[in-house]
């Protein structure tokens, strides 16, 4: 049975990693007829994968612990897991909606609002959870061997979870404004699950890029604050595509932002108004193809550095 280095005092790493020659050269051949090979190398990617799936079980209880203990040392707890993006949308209301009176040109606004803030938090908190997966904990990447990118992934299921419980505040809202269920509404599960795609592999993508360099973290509240800015999640780019301000290249950069496509087809689920003369040509495409895109490129790109983390 093929066995580690770690796990045989016959050969060691330094004597397998030196330049080829003589004796050294021997005793590499005879590690590798004995199925010796060096510890913590990096595995295929279909064995990666069977990695990864055998621990789903710790990816869910992870998730789940990390969940429960976001807002333990505050009063209302998880409260604030709804609080937080209900806070941001009356501040957003308040400038966007009262103060810049966007709202007179979109019908059904403070669904259109709600909708928006919590669509994009949903993408904006796994990112920049992302970011901390392998940073924000050496220890147990140090300590014990897992695929690593069981952590990302984990952190992006436990926004997933934190969003399910924010649904039933967005469901809430929109029955107050009149927004009951229709069949449009059972739109919103395929569209949330291309989201959550999206998410984990922009998070995966941060994990490995800020893993070697943690000062991302730091420079990543502003990129996503423009992000924002430029999806449509307080105003809608629908109503400037025909107001002829900007370029026809402009508006469809726009209208193809990965956040704008999954805020759009949100609304569209959601809020009756929003029909789709409203939504961008091609909208499932892009959103389909975004996630496969975002999920497939993010998981090659963090597994092609697997063995380097939690070294330095």
Request: glycine share 6%.
């Amino acid at each position: 049975m093929p066995c580690t280095l770690a796990e045989s005092d016959l050969v060691t790493t330094e004597t397998l990693t030196k330049p080829d020659s003589g004796p050294q050269e021997d005793l590499r051949a005879l590690a590798l007829r004995h199925g010796l090979s060096v510890s913590g190398a990096r595995p295929s990617l279909p064995a990666y994968v069977g990695q990864l799936w055998s621990r789903r079980g710790f990816i869910a209880a992870f998730a789940t612990a990390r969940l429960t203990a976001q807002y333990s040392h505050a009063k209302l707890g998880q409260v604030w897991q709804v609080m937080t993006p209900l806070l941001n949308a009356a501040v957003y209301y308040l400038i966007f909606g009262v103060l810049m009176n966007v709202q007179q040109d979109i019908p059904d606004y403070v669904p259109f609002l709600i909708t928006g803030i919590f669509v994009w938090t949903f993408t904006s908190q796994s990112i920049m959870t992302g970011t901390r997966a392998i940073s924000g904990n050496l220890g147990l990447v140090r300590a014990l061997h897992f695929p690593r990118a069981s952590l990302p992934l984990a952190l992006a299921l436990q926004q997933l979870q934190q969003l399910a419980l924010s649904l039933c505040a967005l469901v809430a809202i929109l029955f107050c404004f009149g927004e009951f269920p229709r069949w449009s509404w059972l739109l919103a599960a395929p569209a949330l699950l291309l989201q959550a795609l999206f998410n984990a592999g922009v998070a995966l993508v941060m994990a490995r890029l800020a893993a070697r360099t943690p000062d991302i973290a730091q420079l990543m509240p502003f990129l996503l604050r423009t992000w924002m800015y430029v999806s449509g999640a307080m105003w809608s780019i629908q109503h400037l595509a025909r107001s002829g301000r900007l370029p026809d290249t402009v508006i469809t950069l726009l209208q193809g932002n990965p956040a704008a496509v999954y805020i759009d087809l949100m609304r569209f689920a959601l809020i009756e108004s929003y029909t789709a003369e409203l939504l961008p040509p091609h909208v499932w495409a892009l959103a389909a193809g975004w996630a496969l895109v975002a999920f497939v490129g993010g998981f090659i790109y963090f597994w092609k550095a697997e063995e380097t983390y939690g070294r330095g």
